[in-house]
């Protein structure tokens, strides 16, 4: 396939650089680029390697625009970039545009019109899928789980099963039957192995226009507001209520019964046991690796800080209160 | 569906509060109760919600029976309320009742009475599953595991896979076959999509009443005693021995090779270095999230704390002798 | 089935100790063993309990065979082991041998001689799998993938699954759609329910003879350099380059677009946020479990770390510079 660069300045509402019928194979980075390749330049302290590249046209912002010979003019490359890759995709979005024959589908569930269903999906009785979903290969829907339009379901995700409740009584455990569902917005995109359990009482509920990567975990009663995007291995414990366009980093948890404020990014690998009510950009976690003798020597030392915190407020009495 | 009070009190050994022929039809949360529901107390420090609340009916324990109209006395409201949702679902547990026609079960492959296998489960030769447990969808459970009764496995968990052993040598890493087996007790549960290794000689064994929650990962050779419960997302590493009557918390990991002695509670996204020989509570992990700047600042001098440390050692010193 | 320590001594390149003609029937450990079983000492250091097993023949490096009647000399006693578990394995390795008829396998996809597909795997469009390989139950791969000779994927993982990208917008967040493969070489094992994707525009890169326990994630764009292995649960960020023969503890994460030079040896639970050029061992995360109220004490003082640290720089100056 091949595109002239009008046709893509008019496919994303950019203008042509140079030679409008310049001709395109493929997208490419600007290192890997070859003749032939469209690249993009998404970030202006990068600009140098416009001069190095060997791609024959590139996405550039304004500032940029007599640095390349070929290219497109755009506010926002990145965006651009984000686009082109939906329109030069050779492939496709995979496991698209049909119902797999192998799929299992629970007669009482309804399915709007142009749902996707790849092989060995399973979706249980009364599940609602609103229209172009596009629902993985190997995803198990639970019974009565709501799903809206346009979202896109990975591979083996698992959406409404059991949450992990129990009381304790004198035999063990006893089950408690999750008697709520699991709620999807529009345009919700949920990555591979994913499980979302359903609410004990109340419905777990993922807004419109939320990111989950692969291998999150939703516990039972959580909520997730518009647009929040979340990186892999995330975790919610039960009744975690997150505020909309929230981000939080790969491998980050969350303790339960708390709530996030809107507008809060969280970085990898911390734990969240209180709630947050300002936005802003919040960390915790690993201080990072280092040799293994000297994390060894800081580790024994973290099981020692209160105690020396304790030695050092001693050291800064008055003298005199010492003695 | 509907229940009167003076039924839900046979069904649970409660003591009706009030009209013994009051109906509900749900059950909900103090909160969210409509008229028409039943609901219930747990914790007595929340009783001021008994004012509040819209529920036709509530559970309640015998010091707040004065404050309800309708309702059923219970020694053991939250226990109560697990029985109830049993009763009051109206759907009942997904995908149980049926061993499903596109289950691949091996002929070898010896289940008990009353055996739910979900669609596509994959069952291997020798498996042996007690009565009455329910296999759920895309299940995958390795030749020769042994499953008690009345056991129920999440969707997309893997049972019974290879050990992840590797004998070092001159043309790269040599795989060890695991010729062990996975042996899970009674009345255990096993969430979604999680991952119970065999072992490479002695058997993984699972006690009975055990309740795994999602994506938990189990390595070779691990035992877990009965009644243990971890929440989501735990990983154990190979050998790892984990007592009876144990809790773990989400995210948290055992390095391997150590014992957890019974009655031992531990918080979430912890790392367990080493064995834990005296009941009790413990906790590790990061100290929760706080603003990214403080956090740098926080994560820099852990890197430096040994240092400072030894510094704080100095001062301490007599004047005398550091001179 | 039973074999010879002179049938076991040709098959592993070792040298009998007693009689060649001795029977084994099985693999055990030296505690565990029973007569009949062969088993091993891989720890010089702890020979005594060679005097202790019930094993019938022991396989030992040379300074030991003295101390065993019947077994196997072995320059490497763990290497030999691993041989034998092969040899002596009575089931084989699981799910091998054939193409299973639910498996779902894409016209276009190529397979070498001796592929095994487990049941319901799917495997997309334009896949090429190599010679050997072992495609477990319920793997997808996704379109495109390619696979080398001899690999073993486990039950439930994903293979070339959509990368996490996506650029902000007004209106929400716009899919980047991932135009670049996954390529996996020889001899390379993933255990059960991983995800690895494939690139936004480069492919993300699979070295020969990497091993890959399970639960692991693989962001877009990561390249692993041959032999590394890594234990579950560990997660790459997106373009995480990792060189050759690392080894990396579970739980551990990357956080992207960083590399990790060869022969590196990083420990469980840590976060790689920054490159490592120099070979070697490193550690971070979690300093272990504590008594509760222990951690909670020193989880504040961490919060205050850096507040401490300048307290004590205080106290360390001058005292007439105080003044």
């Known amino acids: 396939m091949a595109w002239s660069l009008s046709e893509l300045a008019a496919l994303t509402g950019t203008e042509v650089i140079g030679d409008p019928e310049c001709r395109v194979y493929r997208l490419n ?13 998404s970030q202006v302290r990068r600009r140098s390697e416009l001069h190095t590249t060997r791609a024959s046209a590139v996405v550039v912002p304004p500032q940029c625009e007599s640095e390349v010979q070929h290219g497109l003019r755009s506010e926002q490359p990145y965006l651009t970039y984000a686009q082109l890759s939906q329109h030069m995709d050779p492939r496709g979005l995979p496991f698209s545009g049909a119902q797999d024959a192998t799929a299992s589908i629970a007669p009482s569930a309804r399915l709007g019109a142009a749902v ?31 799903i809206g339009q346009r979202c896109l379901i990975g591979a083996h995700s698992v959406i409404g099963s059991d949450g992990f409740g129990f009381a304790p009584s004198t035999t063990g455990w006893i089950k408690i039957h999750h008697l709520g569902r699991v709620r999807i917005g529009d345009d919700v995109e949920i990555g591979a192995s ?56 790969g491998m980050t948890g969350f303790t339960g019964h708390l709530e996030v404020c809107d507008k809060v990014h969280i970085g990898a690998d ?54």
């Open 116 to 146: 996707s269903v790849g092989p060995y999906a399973v979706i249980g009785a009364d599940v609602v899928i609103g229209e172009g979903s596009v629902i993985g290969p190997h995803v198990v829907i639970y019974p009565g789980t709501h």
């Open 194 to 249: 994913c499980t979302i359990d359903r609410g004990a009482l109340d419905d777990t509920v993922i807004g419109s226009g939320v990111k989950l990567d692969n291998q999150i975990m939703i516990a039972h009663g959580c909520t997730i507001g518009p647009r929040t995007a979340m990186a892999a291995c995330v975790a919610l414990a039960g009744s975690t209520h997150i505020g909309a366009d929230v981000t939080v980093g």
């Open 270 to 323: 911390a734990l969240v046991t209180q709630s947050i009510t300002t936005p802003g950009h919040y960390a915790g976690g690993a201080a990072g690796v280092m040799p293994v003798a000297q994390w060894r020597r800081n580790a024994v030392r973290f099981r020692q800080l209160d105690r020396l915190a304790t030695r050092l407020a001693q050291l800064e009495k008055p003298k005199d209160s010492t003695n």
């Open 29 to 41: 980075s600007l290192q890997a680029a070859e003749p032939g390749d469209l690249s993009f330049l």
